[in-house]
């Protein structure tokens, strides 16, 4: 599976965006899918994750109530729905796609494939 993550830009704190995550492949809708983001000197973490079939989600704490993770598996395509943005959510965003396994991981080490990235700038 190839990614490609997209949308990101420049935004004022209180505004929005919404990433996407086009995928290459037919077997697409048998990955789970998650987003994280690497803030400028910290490390990678979790932002939201959703399961193959859009029937369930997880979001990290940060997120939640402003980011909504969402998929199209007939366009073969994974959204991150970002509202009420805040300067600290400043980062470069991957999506990331797990092969079929049990629940959710927020781990990175259990996503095989991973986008480029796509930057967020949320000035104050």
């Known amino acids: 599976v190839q990614l490609q993550a997209s949308g990101g830009g420049l935004v004022q704190a209180g505004g929005s965006l919404r990433l996407s995550c086009a995928a290459s492949?037919?077997?697409?809708?048998?990955?789970?899918m998650g987003w994280f983001r690497q803030a400028p000197g910290k490390e990678r973490e979790f932002v939201a994750a959703?399961?193959?079939?859009?029937?369930?989600?997880s979001y990290a704490h940060s997120g939640k109530a402003r980011f909504t993770i969402s998929r199209h598996n007939a366009k073969n395509t994974v959204y991150l729905q970002m509202n009420s943005l805040k300067t600290e959510d400043t980062a470069v965003y991957y999506c990331?796609?797990?092969?079929?396994?049990?629940?959710?991981?927020?781990?990175?080490?259990?996503?095989?494939?991973w986008g480029q990235g796509t930057k967020v700038t949320v000035s104050s």
């Open positions: 990331a796609a797990s092969r079929p396994g049990p629940g959710l991981s927020v781990a990175s080490l259990h996503y095989d494939f």
């Open positions: 492949g037919r077997t697409f809708d048998t990955y789970a």
């Open positions: 959703i399961s193959w079939n859009g029937g369930s989600t």
